[in-house]
């Protein structure tokens, strides 16, 4: 990441080298001398009435040419990787410096991580501002981007001394800050892009860049630094570059649904989808407009004035740079408004229409291996046009054929799988996977399990994690509050002893009552043996060992020491009634117990308030089997269920409830 001053040094290291090349291909578009004759009423601050008076000093042309070939030559040096879940907006961001080759990761949005849907990269290549495909396109593009920002910045009106249209660049700062001590635009719920204590982030600079969240992602994506301008947006003022860097930030960044100004411009480069082409949406100037301001512009039906201020600039432009207001040549400007154009909307079924290869196995990040023998690693692939013609999975150094593979673990430890899929004349679809081989039993491996994710929300149960040297398994809908060991969210699964541990079964036998395993899977009513005790199960439990899991609201239940009249007891309430619960969590307003009431006798069914233990729920039966328990004015949140008979506590359990 570069200083202010290490980008200045480098600024004057790089004009000596790479910076002509680009200068004079910048020039090839526009010359200094047209730019006069494009914006001669430029803000000035020796000439605030507008007349027409250019500048004296470098130092005082705010809006310059040298300083937008600075800003160019500047934003030509970022490259930006985008990986975004398909039919979502969300994203990871990688800024790269093309000069060193270094690359830093300035955004991940919460939810990126979490999410299984496949990844889309992209490639956003500040070098193409204005500077892909032939002459005539690229000069069409920089007059759509000169006639938004002149639009932005407009100190002309339709009497105005050589038109209402050539006055484009006259403010540098909105009216009604220049000059002021004013502060505004502060959003001060914004935690990603805090803004300053005093601090105004007003609109300023050619594009009016406004929020503090927006000076914080041009900062991130100029300097590598959101801090640079969130703590002196008035930056954006003072030195002219900066002021077009933001601008040439802004018409280059993707934003979805929406594309990036720069690839609407370009013929070919962006196609609208069907349902987008039914809405009116297509590439070109309207499309720009859409995109910077679509949600006040577009879609009325008629063009509202802001919209034909950009094209009368636009028209202004083109005409003098001699090309086509269209992007196929046509020159009616009433194809370059955005009336008619609805607003851009996430696609639902982008996914659907990607290529793209997912893991199926492993699941979760975790393969349970109870010996280093032969896996199955396999992929889903996804071809709706039949383009690939052949899938690898790679690990380990094999190179293994197909999309499901047998491949013999040499160790347990934590692995990368990496699936391809290739197709010819395209480049190849590539997804990798990291994931712990580990045995349930011995717990070996355990070091190399996933570690709790305080930004994941673990939407199904049974996730093993790794935290704080201890394996846990949630026991149902586990979110960013619920830390491990916390709460019984996440159930103890057993304690990770360097690569080892001591979670698997110890073998003790009581009687004809078995050692309980690891691995083994326990419905209710089931009775185990653990360390010279009995334990009873509530529900279903895999993995929770029973002297770390027994108690209120906890799968097990603690019955008695193992001795001679314990083994009778243990013998004897192995037929008696059991408790099961299903689903959990519900959503809905029936909750299924399935009950084994051999003796026929009246059973309460309580659900109370797990904090207060008050009842929000009783029902007295007298049944057995499946029992359909109304819940439908039960409010969300976790509750404990008991049923209790006459010789006591039946069983109880857990429930979350979810709307």
């Not at 000439?47 to 705010?62: N, Q």
């Not at 793209?356 to 032969?374: M, Q």
């Not at 499901?404 to 934590?414: F, I």
């Not at 149902?476 to 619920?482: E, F, M």
Request: hydrophobic share 35%; aromatic share 10%; proline share 5%.
């Amino acid at each position: 990441m570069k200083t202010l001053f290490s980008r200045i040094v480098w600024v004057i290291l790089f004009t000596c080298s790479w910076l002509p090349t680009r200068s004079q291909s910048l020039s090839s578009v526009i010359d200094s001398t047209e730019w006069n004759t494009f914006f001669p009423h430029r803000f000035n601050p020796d000439d605030r009435t507008g007349a027409g008076t250019l500048p004296t000093t470098a130092a005082k042309d705010f809006y310059s040419y040298a300083n937008f070939v600075k800003a160019v030559n500047w934003m030509s040096n970022i490259k930006i990787i985008v990986e975004r879940r398909c039919a979502t907006n969300l994203y990871r961001l990688t800024r790269v410096d093309k000069t060193t080759g270094s690359a830093i990761v300035i955004r991940t949005v919460d939810g990126f991580n979490s999410s299984s849907n496949n990844i889309i990269t992209t490639t956003v290549d500040y070098g193409s501002f204005a500077n892909e495909g032939d002459l005539a396109v690229r000069k069409r593009e920089l007059s759509a981007f000169l006639a938004n920002i002149s639009q932005e910045t407009t100190g002309g009106w339709p009497t105005a001394p050589g038109g209402q249209y050539a006055w484009g660049l006259y403010f540098r700062e909105e009216v009604g800050y220049e000059g002021t001590t004013n502060i505004g635009y502060r959003d001060e719920t914004n935690t990603a892009y805090p803004p300053a204590p005093g601090k105004s982030y007003h609109g300023r600079g050619p594009i009016q860049l406004s929020y503090n969240y927006n000076y914080g992602q041009a900062s991130e994506f100029i300097f590598g630094d959101k801090n640079v301008l969130l703590a002196n947006p008035e930056k954006v003022i003072e030195d002219g570059a900066i002021a077009f860097e933001t601008a040439i930030w802004f018409w280059m960044a993707e934003q979805y649904p929406k594309p990036c100004c720069h690839d609407v411009m370009i013929p070919g480069k962006w196609v609208p989808t069907a349902t987008q082409t039914a809405a009116g949406i297509k590439p070109g100037f309207g499309a720009t407009v859409n995109i910077i301001n679509g949600g006040v512009e577009c879609g009325g039906g008629t063009e509202k004035s802001q919209t034909l201020g950009r094209i009368g600039h636009y028209t202004r432009y083109t005409g003098l740079k001699g090309v086509s207001l269209e992007l196929d040549g046509g020159n009616n400007a009433s194809n370059c408004g955005c009336a008619n154009m609805s607003q851009f909307v996430i696609d639902n079924a982008e996914c659907s229409r990607i290529v793209s290869l997912t893991f199926t196995s492993p699941a979760n990040g975790i393969l349970d291996a109870g010996s280093l023998s032969p896996l199955t690693l396999s992929v889903t692939k996804n071809d709706p046009n039949n383009e690939v013609t052949a899938v690898y999975i790679n690990i380990d150094g094999q190179r293994l054929p197909g999309t499901s593979v047998s491949w013999t673990p040499p160790a347990y430890k934590a692995y990368t799988a990496t699936a391809v899929a290739l197709r010819n004349g395209k480049d190849s679809v590539v997804t990798s996977t990291t994931f712990a081989v580990w045995n349930s039993q011995t717990f070996a491996g355990c070091a190399y399990l996933p570690a709790w994710d305080a930004t994941k929300n673990y939407t199904s149960a049974g996730n093993i994690v790794l935290y704080n040297s201890i394996v846990y398994r949630n026991q149902w809908w586990a979110g960013s509050a619920d830390v491990p060991g916390s709460n019984d969210t996440w159930a103890v699964v057993g304690t990770c002893s360097g690569n080892g541990g001591n979670g698997g079964g110890n073998g003790q036998t009581c009687g004809s009552i078995a050692g309980w395993s690891q691995g083994g899977i326990y419905t209710a009513g089931k009775q185990v043996a653990y360390d010279g005790k009995i334990y009873q199960a509530k529900w279903w439990t895999q993995g929770e060992r029973p002297d770390l899991n027994a108690g209120d609201g906890k799968p097990w239940t603690y019955v008695g020491v193992c001795t001679a009249s314990a083994k009778t007891a243990a013998a004897k309430e192995l037929s008696t009634e059991a408790l099961t619960v299903y689903p959990n969590p519900v959503g809905g307003n029936t909750l299924t117990l399935h009950i084994t009431n051999e003796r026929h006798e009246a059973l309460e069914i309580s659900l109370l308030d797990v904090q207060s233990g008050n009842p929000v729920l009783q029902k007295v039966i007298k049944t057995s089997g499946t029992v359909q328990l109304d819940i439908s004015t039960v409010p969300a949140g976790v509750w404990v269920l008991k049923v209790n008979g006459k010789a006591g506590l039946l069983g109880t359990s857990k429930i979350v409830r979810i709307r």
